[in-house]
């Protein structure tokens, strides 16, 4: 057999899900379970005042109703993501004084069918002191009302440069203001979860999560348990993209309810409640500024950002600071400034969505270097090559002061814009310009590099042999649509030999699993797969220990036939043994785990080219053609790689195009279901051009990088610079995203 690695094996995961389907949280049967129903605060900023009940309570079938102050009482409020926010910025459980966002849970029903609660909803009777609401986060900054009082400022985070940028040089200076508007996940699966507890105490919890452990611990802090009295499953997630990241107060109290009611209680939200509810992504204003001279060299650059937490501090308060980490890009930039602050505002809280503050930087780099070429008259092609950092495989430090592992972006960019046949398009944009004709071509283009599992952080990943050889994977990493079961079995498969299909991957169950993180920032693969391939490497070491002494040899003789999957004594091929031999024969198990631990992350890059057509009439944007060229080191599985590729790709054409949560200034959200958020479906997007570079990192074993997000992170600005550039002839210099036709066709109309 020879390596597997990097292949393009086909997901084991779908035969079951394509056929009898997944086990979702809604899916697994708990008996005896009750239904939790929460009334959600129609009023964005107010006082609670009066709660009544009663009318809900005679609903046959409602076994119980908690008001905030019940569950105040009974687990306090919840914990923070990070301890640098302000205590008084804690979110209820429930609602108890003061509500300050639209959808934020009051009361919570306890019912025997779902049906019930909901009717019995309907029958409880809130008043509501309202308060002025604060929606704008470059109003919330100015502090003039302040939506919680205790901590003095709606500033949740602040951080910067110790210097501006100084622009004193400069030839040509550039401003722009860019909003990374709000969008909201939309995960299939909803969020769901379902708690009970056991006789002897313990906590068992279903959460429908990026990483049951985390969940777990926040359970234990919750309830005042330790972390062994808690078990947290997490089954098959129907995606999460960054919103599921954390379990949120409204399924953490679960366990409150069951134990107040003595039977386990399950919650699963509609569609409206999660695009109300669930936290959103993105909500980042940002103030550009980039100078340089008037032969296309960028020499300054500065940032400046607002954050939009919502009405309560989550992930969303610190993507300001990835969004620093990466403001230059891929651009040697030496004179650079940033600040960023987040601030609270009566909405939906914000939280890390596919990308993170990654895509916010991206997005405001691309865009500045295409104002900068439009306002120079140079070509955006040739003023990214005159600024791209040269290929390196040593650290490279930024102006900002970020250290990449790897990159080489002049051979990406060289790469796509081949790919695309840049050349020509420019010929058949400029001959529809020469005959006047009504629908225009867009060439958009943005090279981006972002930071995969960064800062320091462990993965755990454990190998376990049977006695029938096959092989037990214990993964601390759990997946929400990524193929890692194929992913993890492809690895130690190609290490042991032992085909796939005797591989059994575990993961999403923290009494299967000693520990793990979240499966966020792209991190598995360098993370989740480093952890296994050294556990896996350490259990070969044990197999050849216990082939040395089977076989009556020297251990440094015996040497693992990968291609067979088999050990014997180096130049004695003829006597050997299998894993099921060394599994079964042994005072102990053969079994290998380990924390694998890394300094900091790693930095893929790419480069994309988006080729729209605009119909200047309607003000219609299509998407053609999308060229991508991505890098995230040694790829495991290209077809699974490319599947993130392509999803990620579709999710940045929908911010740059179409999707965007709403709220009035009354703090309504006018954007609570799929025929108002415009989620981007199949219809909108042409098939890709997905190709990849390889340049491996030395931070791992693996050589790898992540690649889950670097779709959406090269899509959103090529697509942005790709409007903008078939617009710009006709006077069009600057729009804000979703670029709807509304908007283009007032660009159009406003530039005559
Ligand atoms: N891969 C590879 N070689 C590499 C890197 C990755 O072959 N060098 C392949 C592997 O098959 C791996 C997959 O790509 O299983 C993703 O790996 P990685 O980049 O490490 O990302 P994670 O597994 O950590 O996934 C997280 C990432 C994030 S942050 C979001 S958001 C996201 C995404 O994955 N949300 C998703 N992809 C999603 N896909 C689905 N279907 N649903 C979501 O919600």
Known sequence: MGSILGNRVLRVEDPRLLTVGGMYVEDVEIADALFLTYVRSPVAHAMIGAIETADAQAVPGVVAIFTGADVAAGIGRAGHVNPLFHDAMRRPFVAAERVHYVGQPVVAIVSESRAVGMDAADLVYLDYDLLPVVVDPEESRRDEVLLHPGAGTNVVHRVSTSSPADFGDCEVVVEARIVNQRLTAAPIETRSGAAYWTDDGRLVHYAACQGPHLTRDSLAAAYGLEKSQVRVITPDVGGGFGAKSRTYPEELALGFYARSVGRPVRWTETRSENMMAMPHGRSQVQHARIGGTRDGHVTAYQL?????????????????????????????????????????????????????????????????????????????????????????????????????????????????????????????????????????????????????????????????????????????????????????????????????????????????????????????????????????????????????????????????????????????????????????????????????????????????????????????????????????????????????VHGGIAQGVAQALLEQIHYEPDGQPKTTNFADYLVVSAAELPSFEVSHMETPTWMNPLGAKGVGESGTIGAIPSVYNAVIDAVSARGVRHMETPLTPERIWRALDGAG
């Open 304 to 644: 400046d950002v607002v954050q939009d937490a919502g009405a309560f501090p989550l992930t969303g308060a610190i993507l300001h600071t990835m969004t620093m980490r990466m403001a230059t890009g891929c651009y040697h930039i030496p004179n650079v400034g940033f600040s960023g602050e987040s601030v609270v505002t009566n909405t939906s809280s914000i939280t890390a969505y596919r990308g993170a503050g990654r895509p916010e930087a991206a997005v405001a780099i691309e865009r500045m270097i295409d104002l900068f070429a439009t306002e120079i008259g140079m070509d955006p092609a040739e003023v990214r090559r005159r600024n791209l950092v040269p290929k390196f495989l040593e650290p490279y430090t930024t102006g900002i002061g970020t250290a990449y592992d790897v990159g080489d972006y002049p051979e990406a960019l060289e790469r796509v814009l081949t790919a695309a046949g840049y050349d020509e398009l420019r010929a058949e944009q400029s001959r529809r310009r020469a005959d006047g004709e009504r629908v225009e071509l867009g060439i958009g283009i943005a090279v981006y590099v972002e930071v995969t599992a960064g800062g320091p952080q462990t993965e755990f990943g454990a190998v376990e042999v049977g006695d029938d050889g096959r092989l037990t994977v214990r993964s601390g990493s759990t997946p929400f649509g990524q193929g890692h079961d194929t992913t993890w079995a492809m690895i130690v498969a190609d290490r042991t030999g032992v085909p796939m299909e005797h591989i059994t991957v575990i993961h999403g169950d923290t009494d299967e699993v000693r520990s793990g993180g979240l499966t966020v920032g792209s991190r598995s693969v360098q993370m989740g797969g480093s952890a296994i391939a050294t556990a896996t490497d350490a259990l070969i070491e044990q197999a050849r220990d216990r082939a040395a002494g089977l076989l009556e040899a020297a251990v440094d003789d015996i040497v693992l036939d990968v291609a067979s999957g088999r050990f014997h004594v180096a130049g004695t091929p003829a006597r050997d043994l299998g894993w099921a031999d060394l599994g079964a024969n042994g005072d102990h198990p053969l079994a290998a785990d380990t924390d694998f631990a890394s300094n900091g992350g790693t930095f893929p890059f790419g480069a994309h080219v988006a080729v729209v057509e605009v119909d200047t009439e309607t003000g219609d944007a299509r998407l053609i053609r999308h060229i991508a060229v991505d890098d995230a080191g040694t790829l495991i599985n290209p077809l699974l790689a490319e599947g993130q």
